[in-house]
T-cell receptor, first 118, second 109 residues
Framework: NAGVMQNPRHLVRRRGQEARLRCSPM?????VYWYRQLPEEGLKFMVY????????ESGMPKERFSAEFPKEGPSILRIQQVVRGDSAAYFC????????????????FGPGTRLTVL | GDSVTQMEGPVTLSEEAFLTINCTYT??????LFWYVQYPGEGLQLLLK?????DKGSNKGFEATYRKETTSFHLEKGSVQVSDSAVYFC????????FGKGTKLTVNP
């Protein structure tokens, strides 16, 4: 059973360009979470999605950032008009059921996408 | 909201030394608690977890006990190896997973 897949692993963009990060959850998982890790920081929750629904986007910046998890295909985290401060590692995690009550619902993490904005 | 505070590093130990990385939490509900490990260039892997007070999670020689009275979930290992060198994250939450800032551990031969 393949783990959580993220691509690209490394992404370089110039200021003002768009960045698209993709995440394919583990087979059978319908819940996806995106996190951002800044240098020397822990992981910060960004958004929680189920298929075709955004459940919790309380960690998403209000502008330029959006996320989707379509019925078919991977989840996409999209950053428009990137700035240098967007440089970070972005991690995706998936779980088989809702982690609203985390008791046994482990989140499985992908290897991350490291975004560098020049 | 929920929060997790863990000991900041870096921590450098010699092989076979004893390891403790402190982690405390604040939560309004009854959080589950986790330790994740991140090896260089990789994503996070679950190391161990505990879902209720007094539970002890253990894996690969690492242990952590969910202490409700001290709101702590300290990670311990009796004898570390060079291969344990990594960044360790404490995490927990009732609704959303909240992470500590991570502690970088380096084990020297």
């Amino acid at each position: 059973n393949a783990g959580v897949m993220q691509n690209p692993r490394h992404l370089v963009r110039r200021r003002g360009q768009e960045a698209r990060l993709r995440c394919s959850p583990m087979k059978g998982h319908s819940h996806v979470y995106w996190y951002r890790q800044l240098p020397e920081e822990g992981l910060k929750f960004m958004v929680y999605l189920q298929k075709e629904n955004i459940i919790d986007e309380s960690g998403m910046p209000k502008e330029r950032f959006s996320a989707e998890f379509p019925k078919e295909g991977p989840s996409i985290l999209r950053i428009q008009q990137v700035v240098r401060g967007d440089s970070a590692a972005y991690f995706c995690a998936s779980s088989p059921t809702a982690s609203g009550r985390l008791r046994n619902n482990e989140q499985f993490f992908g290897p991350g996408t490291r975004l560098t904005v020049l | 909201g929920d929060s997790v505070t863990q000991m900041e590093g870096p921590v450098t130990l010699s092989e076979e030394a004893f390891l403790t990385i402190n982690c405390t939490y604040t939560a309004t509900g009854y959080p589950s608690l986790f330790w994740y490990v991140q090896y260089p260039g990789e994503g996070l892997q679950l190391l161990l977890k505990a879902t209720k007070a007094d539970d002890k999670g253990s894996n690969k020689g690492f242990e952590a006990t969910y202490r409700k009275e001290t709101t702590s979930f300290h990670l311990e290992k009796g004898s570390v190896q060079v291969s344990d060198s990594a960044v360790y994250f404490c995490a927990g939450g009732s609704e959303k997973l909240v992470f500590g800032k991570g502690t970088k551990l380096t084990v020297n031969p």
